[in-house]
Structures are given as structure tokens and as C-alpha cells.
């Protein structure tokens, strides 16, 4: 039986200064420019685009860059001091952290003042809002969201969400078993929210089969 401290998922939120390198270890992660430029050892990334790395990095340009990292969690593990002013959300994963994962970077866009139906999802995650406003039913709390803010979903309760007005979307980081590379992760609650509209739109940036080093 594996522990759930084993395996996390950790936002970070950097920003680049065009004087200065952050160097990153291997590892592996998405990387989500929200403004500016950046250089991401030899790839460019531009705003509103995202890639995956897995190995050791140079990050270099300006802006505002969004870190969605998956990594160990050993018992007793503690925030290193270095990273203590850019964290924004780490949670644990419920997951074998030998075994090889899916992890998918996506935007989800919504229609204004109209629900998605009822949905898990076939795995776990953080998102973050970019913009609008956000009404959630997670299980039985009800929750708003601003933009900027990130929470995290373990898939297994129902969700519902409502866009409060338009431009509403978020950025979400998913690890999946290997075998949902391709695959939707959308988990429907009930016969009917499978046939019900999602009343929303996907933009995937990254889907890829990794593991930890």
C-alpha cells in the first residue's frame, strides 16, 4: 500500500527577471507563461502558452511564469527556504510515485452564467483562475473564486462550476494513470450530466507520459 506522502503536486509563481536565470532541477513540470517572454533553456515561450521539462533547466526573460511540478514528498518533508516566497499550493497525491503518470496542462474556458453538469475527473490537480469569476459546488461547499487564486480537486467528489461573467477560465494541471494519455478525464456524476451540455472549451497545451527521477 503506498503513502500519500510520497507524491505531491506544488504551484509555484515565478517572476523573471531579465537580469537573473532561474535555474530548475530535473524534475518534472509545466511551465505556463502568464505575461512577458521567457526562454526556457533552448525553447521560446510566449504569453498564454505553456510546455513540459523534465530535466534540468535555465529559465531567462520577463514576466510572469506559472510552475505546476510534481515531486516526492518524504515524511517530514518541509518547504525549502528558497522556495518559501513563490509557493502558492502544494497538496499530496494520492499515487504510487514509482509508477510512470500522465501529466496534461489545459485551459478551460467558460460560458457566462451557465453550469457544467455534474463531473469527477480520472485524476488529481491544481487549477488556477486567469480571469472572470468563478461560482464552485465541490460535494456539498460551495465556493467562489478571484482570479489568481488556485485550488486543488482529488477528482473523487462531484463538482459543479458556474463562470459569473465573461472571460472566466482557468489553468488546470492534471496527473493521470499513463493509460489516460489521450483520453478525457471528464468523470460524469449521473447518467444525466453525461448527455447535459459542459458549456465549456478546452485548449490543451501538454499531455505527457513522465515519472519522477
Given at each position: 500500500?503506498?503513502?500519500?506522502?510520497?507524491?505531491?503536486?506544488?504551484?509555484?509563481?515565478?517572476?523573471?527577471?531579465?537580469?537573473?536565470?532561474?535555474?530548475?532541477?530535473?524534475?518534472?513540470?509545466?511551465?505556463?507563461?502568464?505575461?512577458?517572454?521567457?526562454?526556457?533553456?533552448?525553447?521560446?515561450?510566449?504569453?498564454?502558452?505553456?510546455?513540459?521539462?523534465?530535466?534540468?533547466?535555465?529559465?531567462?526573460?520577463h514576466?510572469?511564469?506559472?510552475?505546476?511540478?510534481?515531486?516526492?514528498?518524504?515524511?517530514?518533508?518541509?518547504?525549502?527556504?528558497?522556495?518559501?516566497?513563490?509557493?502558492?499550493?502544494?497538496?499530496?497525491?494520492?499515487?504510487?510515485?514509482?509508477?510512470?503518470?500522465?501529466?496534461?496542462?489545459?485551459?478551460?474556458?467558460?460560458?457566462?452564467?451557465?453550469?457544467?453538469?455534474?463531473h469527477?475527473?480520472?485524476?488529481?490537480?491544481?487549477?488556477?483562475?486567469?480571469?472572470?469569476?468563478?461560482?464552485?459546488r465541490?460535494?456539498?461547499?460551495?465556493?467562489?473564486?478571484?482570479?489568481g487564486?488556485?485550488?486543488?480537486?482529488?477528482?473523487?467528489?462531484?463538482?459543479?462550476?458556474?463562470?459569473?461573467?465573461?472571460?472566466?477560465?482557468?489553468?488546470?494541471?492534471?496527473?493521470?494513470?499513463?493509460?489516460?494519455?489521450?483520453?478525457?478525464?471528464?468523470?460524469?456524476?449521473?447518467?444525466?450530466?453525461?448527455t447535459?451540455?459542459?458549456?465549456?472549451?478546452?485548449?490543451?497545451?501538454?499531455?505527457?507520459?513522465?515519472?519522477?527521477?
Open positions: 500500500m503506498y503513502s500519500t506522502e510520497r507524491m505531491q503536486m506544488l504551484l509555484f509563481e515565478d517572476t523573471l527577471d531579465p537580469g537573473k536565470h532561474l535555474r530548475l532541477p530535473p524534475g518534472p513540470r509545466a511551465l505556463y507563461l502568464q505575461e512577458g517572454q521567457a526562454r526556457i533553456g533552448d525553447r521560446s515561450l510566449s504569453p498564454d502558452a505553456a510546455l513540459f521539462a523534465d530535466s534540468a533547466i535555465d529559465v531567462t526573460g514576466g510572469t511564469l506559472w510552475r505546476f511540478e510534481v515531486a516526492h514528498r518524504p515524511p517530514g518533508w518541509t518547504l525549502p527556504p528558497e522556495d518559501r516566497a513563490n509557493l502558492l499550493l502544494a497538496r499530496p497525491l494520492e499515487r504510487d510515485a514509482s509508477l510512470p503518470f500522465v501529466l496534461r496542462l489545459d485551459r478551460v474556458d467558460f460560458t457566462p452564467d451557465a453550469d457544467t453538469p455534474a469527477g475527473h480520472y485524476g488529481q490537480g491544481i487549477r488556477r483562475l486567469i480571469g472572470g469569476r468563478l461560482l464552485l465541490i460535494s456539498d461547499r460551495i465556493e467562489r473564486r478571484h482570479p487564486e488556485a485550488w486543488f480537486e482529488n477528482g473523487r467528489e462531484p463538482v459543479t462550476a458556474r463562470g459569473l461573467m465573461p472571460g472566466t477560465a482557468f489553468i488546470r494541471a492534471l496527473v493521470m494513470d499513463a493509460d489516460m494519455q489521450g483520453r478525457s478525464s471528464f468523470l460524469a456524476w449521473t447518467p444525466e450530466d453525461a447535459a451540455p459542459r458549456n465549456v472549451t478546452y485548449r490543451l497545451f501538454l499531455d505527457e507520459v513522465t515519472r519522477l527521477p
